[in-house]
C-alpha cells in the first residue's frame, strides 16, 4: 500500500490546479524557461527535504503496526483527508452561488522582472500542503534498506513534479510553439478549476479516510 498511495498523492500533486496556474504564468513570461527551471528546482527541493525530514524523524524504522506512532500516522491522514473532503464541499457550494473574481496575486504583475531565485522559493509556497502533508504521514512507513525503497520515494518525488518536468522541457526545446501551447493549458485549467479540485479532493480524501479506517480496525 505504501507505493500505491504515494503514487496516488505524487499524482494529485502534479496536476493540483492551484500551483499549475501560478507555473503557467511564470513559464511564459520573459526569460520564463530560466525562471522555470529554477520553480522547478525549488518544487524538487522542497519535496526532498520533507521526504528526508520524514525518514529522519523516523529513524529509518517505521513504526510497528497497533503502535501509538502507527496509530498517530493513521490518525493525520484521516484529518487531512477530511480536510480535503471540506475543501470540496466548500467548492461545490460555492458554485451554487456568484462569486466575484479573485484578484491574481501581486507578484504576478511584477512576473516579467521576477529573478530566479524569487520563482524557486516561490514554489515550496504554492506546494498543495494538505496533500504533501498525506504524503509525509505515508513516507512514515518507509524504509530505505534496499534499491527499490529508495526508487520509490525518488519516483514519488519525481511524479509529484512530473508536470511541470514536462512543460519546462517542452519550452526550452520547443520554445516558439511552446507560447501557444502553455496559454491554451492555462485557459483550460483556469475554465475547469473548480472541478478538479472537487475531484481530487473528494477521490484522494474518501481513499485515505477510508484506508486508514480500514487499518486501524484490522490493527
Known amino acids: 500500500m505504501l507505493v500505491l498511495d504515494l503514487m496516488l498523492v505524487g499524482l494529485a500533486v502534479a496536476v493540483d490546479p492551484l500551483p499549475l496556474t501560478a507555473f503557467l504564468v511564470v513559464l511564459p513570461s520573459k526569460r520564463g524557461a530560466r525562471k522555470g527551471a ?32 502507527s496509530l498517530a500516522a493513521l490518525a493525520i491522514k484521516i484529518v487531512l483527508g477530511v480536510v480535503l473532503v471540506r475543501i470540496a464541499v466548500r467548492h461545490i457550494r460555492a458554485r451554487r452561488r456568484p462569486m466575484p473574481p479573485k484578484k491574481p496575486p501581486k ?33 512514515v512507513e518507509a524504509k530505505l534498506t534496499s534499491w527499490q525503497s529508495f526508487l520509490a520515494l525518488g519516483f514519488y518525488c519525481v511524479l509529484a513534479s512530473s508536470s511541470y518536468l514536462a512543460m519546462e522541457i517542452y519550452a526550452v526545446v520547443r520554445p516558439a510553439q511552446s507560447q501557444e501551447l502553455l496559454v491554451k493549458c492555462k485557459t483550460w485549467v483556469d475554465s475547469h478549476i473548480d472541478q478538479a ?12 479516510i477510508a484506508d486508514s479506517i480500514y487499518l486501524i480496525i484490522n490493527s
Open 107 to 139: 507578484w504576478q504583475a511584477h512576473v516579467d522582472s521576477m529573478s530566479p531565485w524569487f520563482a524557486m522559493a516561490l514554489a515550496p509556497t504554492l506546494q498543495p500542503w494538505v496533500l504533501i502533508g498525506l504524503g509525509a504521514a505515508t513516507v
Open 197 to 208: 479540485i472537487i475531484i481530487g479532493s473528494l477521490f484522494i480524501g474518501l481513499w485515505f
Open 38 to 69: 529554477a520553480f522547478v528546482f525549488g518544487w524538487l527541493v522542497s519535496l526532498a527535504i520533507v521526504v528526508a525530514v520524514t525518514v529522519t524523524a523516523t529513524g529509518n524504522d517505521p513504526p510497528k503496526p497497533a503502535t501509538a506512532p
